[in-house]
T-cell receptor
Framework: AQSVAQPEDQVNVAEGNPLTVKCTYSVSGNPYLFWYVQYPNRGLQFLLKYITGDNLVKGSYGFEAEFNKSQTSFHLKKPSALVSDSALYFCAVRPNRDDKIIFGKGTRLHILP | EAQVTQNPRYLITVTGKKLTVTCSQNMNHEYMSWYRQDPGLGLRQIYYSMNVEVTDKGDVPEGYKVSRKEKRNFPLILESPSPNQTSLYFC??????????????FGPGTRLTVL
């Protein structure tokens, strides 16, 4: 079955340190990959996506993600974390262009002041 | 302003009392979808619609109905709500899914409690 996994329920990072939120996927073909963020009491907001081309994708709020086909991963990164980055992050994959999107279970990111 | 709106934002109801959660988008998007979000389970798709009069089941459609009579609206109907439908619900829309690259725009969510 096609799926996306976020192996960490929660990630704690000190403010100013680099952060990584992990995502791996299991789909056939060439998937489209997305990251969304959910702030408290808000809907999900799009952060970035990988469709094709450069494996390093840059998105909103200074976030970036690296597509690694051999490891089937799409980890979210930021060089220097801010307290305001604390939120729930969802990785999502669309297996093929006509398939529906599949969401991971989410990773709660806590940035400690 | 481009947006997806949902109403109500909060609802407490009792078992068996029919309810409708409305969803409307002003971006002329073809694709609309309903999700429920539960702790530890992430987002699960309930129903989706590729265009007017075209709807299909998602991963957890039991106990829900939808309709798509107009492009902008995609209401979620619970004919006989039960406590296991207590959840946070999100509506989302995007341009044609066939494009494959299109991101989804989410509404603010509806927190439903069924007693």
């Amino acid at each position: 079955a096609q799926s996306v996994a976020q192996p960490e329920d929660q990630v704690n990072v000190a403010e100013g340190n680099p952060l990584t939120v992990k995502c791996t996927y299991s789909v056939s073909g060439n998937p489209y990959l997305f990251w969304y963020v959910q702030y408290p009491n808000r809907g999900l907001q799009f952060l970035l996506k990988y469709i094709t081309g450069d494996n390093l994708v840059k998105g909103s709020y200074g976030f970036e993600a690296e597509f690694n086909k051999s490891q089937t991963s799409f980890h979210l990164k930021k060089p220097s974390a801010l307290v305001s980055d604390s939120a729930l992050y969802f990785c999502a994959v669309r297996p093929n262009r006509d398939d529906k999107i599949i969401f991971g279970k989410g990773t709660r990111l806590h940035i400690l002041p | 302003e481009a947006q997806v709106t949902q109403n109500p934002r909060y609802l407490i109801t009792v078992t068996g009392k029919k309810l409708t959660v409305t969803c409307s988008q002003n971006m002329n998007h073809e694709y609309m979808s309903w999700y429920r979000q539960d702790p530890g389970l992430g987002l699960r798709q309930i129903y989706y619609s590729m265009n007017v009069e075209v709807t299909d089941k998602g991963d957890v459609p039991e106990g829900y109905k939808v309709s798509r009579k107009e492009k902008r609206n995609f209401p979620l109907i619970l004919e006989s709500p039960s406590p296991n439908q207590t959840s946070l619900y999100f509506c989302a829309s995007s341009p044609r899914i066939a494009g494959g690259t299109d991101t989804q725009y989410f509404g603010p969510g509806t927190r439903l409690t069924v007693l």
